[in-house]
């Protein structure tokens, strides 16, 4: 059993960055690909950002390439999103989700594990 914490959302205007953080607890944390999805409201859950257990591959949607990046410290059972150049349409409950030995997979069903998300509002 794997437990997600996010943390990091709040009210930002429109062009600023916003970083949001994953603690995780319970099993080991180094054996779980992570990933961000986003859930905007009657919205289905979209992949954002993933990142495979050695953190050596990364993997993002195209909306936010090149604005956003993933990371991970192992060793402090964490794993972040720096998000930049923040627009209305980033607007959503963001999730942080494990996956076991996963590769990063964009596939909302491939995730075990899911935190209770953090809201990122971003006004215009």
């Known amino acids: 059993q794997v437990q997600l914490a996010e943390s990091g959302g709040r009210l930002v205007q429109a062009g600023a960055s916003l970083r949001l953080s994953c603690v995780a607890s319970g099993r080991t944390f180094n054996s779980y690909a992570m990933g961000w999805f986003l859930q905007g409201p009657g919205k289905e859950r979209l992949f954002v950002a993933a990142?495979?257990?050695?953190?050596?591959?990364?993997n993002y949607a195209d909306s936010v390439k090149g604005r956003f990046t993933i990371s991970r410290d192992n060793a402090k059972n964490t794993v972040n999103l720096q998000m930049r150049g923040l627009n209305p349409e980033d607007t959503a409950i963001y999730y942080c989700a494990a996956d076991n030995w996963g590769s990063g997979s964009r596939d909302v069903e491939q995730y075990e594990y899911w935190g209770q998300g953090t809201q990122v509002t971003v006004s215009s």
């Open positions: 990142i495979n257990w050695p953190g050596t591959t990364t």
